[in-house]
């Protein structure tokens, strides 16, 4: 496989991720264009920025007569290549360089009023309330887990799932795992409440098993919403399952660390999940140097000495 092809193979991923994405977003249909013939061609075509992406349903997006689906196309790209998720059997794995980071889904920041910001979240946390996209964990949740925090937080925590704590509470990160989420947040001289915390999954899944992808797929657009209200400068993902959802990677978490990703307009650090820390304590320190990285990248150096 040479470089080029290695470059293409990176291009459909993006374009499958973009697409899904779209389709996420609500966006069902899009206008299509016919073939111009090469004699009348007078434009030359332009690779898609990201400002021509079209948002949301409107006007032509949805007519059918002259549209083709969001899905056709993927599963037309797709039908060329292999899932985004299947980088396990892709020539990238085999020739083990690492593929970049493909950016799923971007959210959209809303940059609103504080009143706004509420109002936005409290509707988004209506729907969840009655979602059922997800049947299983509908059916067993005790209730849904939205999330919590200040709507105008500069950072954003984003977990995995709902644990049974959770489940009963309606809060994310409470429990053990939450209560060290708490000591770290202490010895970063900073309050919970200044924080917004959520998670990748707004409902428990039963036995605490790890999210299946449709499941995050299902809830992407939650998680999304809640990001553009909020709005965050920095994103800190607690956990591979975070991460790699929220990253569209298939890194391990260990790779993942250490280094800034930019999702929207947030900065985005990952690093590992309190409920792992509680089973192997000695990675606290890699934690404590994460939450360095971060607090410095904002102009705070932890290990200064408070007067
Ligand atoms: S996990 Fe999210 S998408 Fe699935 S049922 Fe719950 S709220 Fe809906």
Not at 111 to 135: H, W, Y
Not at 231 to 250: D, H, K, R
Request: glycine share 6%; charged share 25%.
């Amino acid at each position: 496989m040479d470089e080029q092809n290695l470059s293409t193979d990176h291009v459909r991923l993006a374009v499958i991720q973009q697409l899904e994405g779209l389709r996420r977003a609500g966006v069902t249909h899009w206008k299509r264009i016919d073939p111009i013939e090469p004699s009348k061609s007078v434009v030359t075509p332009q690779a898609p920025t990201q400002k021509s992406v079209p948002q949301a349903p409107t006007g032509n997006l949805t007519e059918k007569s002259s549209s083709t689906t969001v899905s056709a196309v993927a599963a037309n790209i797709d039908s060329q290549s292999r899932r985004p998720f299947e980088l396990e059997s892709s020539p990238l794995a085999k020739k083990k360089i690492a593929p970049l980071p493909i950016i799923p889904n971007q959210f959209q920041p809303l940059d609103l009023p504080l009143a706004d910001r509420i109002a936005g979240l409290a509707a988004l946390a209506e729907r969840v309330k009655s979602c059922t996209r997800c049947q299983e964990l509908a059916s067993t949740r005790t209730q849904t887990v939205f999330g919590v925090g200040n709507p105008e937080a500069k950072i954003v925590f984003v977990g995995e799932a709902p644990g049974a704590d959770e489940d009963a509470q309606g809060e994310p990160f409470v429990g053990r795992a939450g209560q060290l989420l708490n000591d770290i947040i202490k010895a970063c001289r900073i309050r919970r409440e200044d924080l917004y915390i959520c998670n990748v999954l707004r409902c428990r899944p039963p036995g605490n098993r790890l999210p299946a992808p449709d499941e995050a797929a299902n809830c992407r657009e939650f998680l999304d919403g809640q990001l553009a209200h909020v709005n965050p400068e920095y994103i800190v993902c607690w956990g591979a399952c975070a991460a790699q959802n929220l990253l569209g990677s298939t890194e391990t978490i260990g790779k993942l660390r250490r280094q800034f990703f930019t999702y929207g307009r947030a900065k985005v650090l990952c690093t590992y999940h309190p409920a792992y820390l509680m089973r192997n304590p000695a990675a606290k320190k890699d934690v404590w140097e994460d939450m360095k990285m971060l607090f410095l990248d904002m102009g705070i150096d932890l290990t200064a000495k408070t007067k």
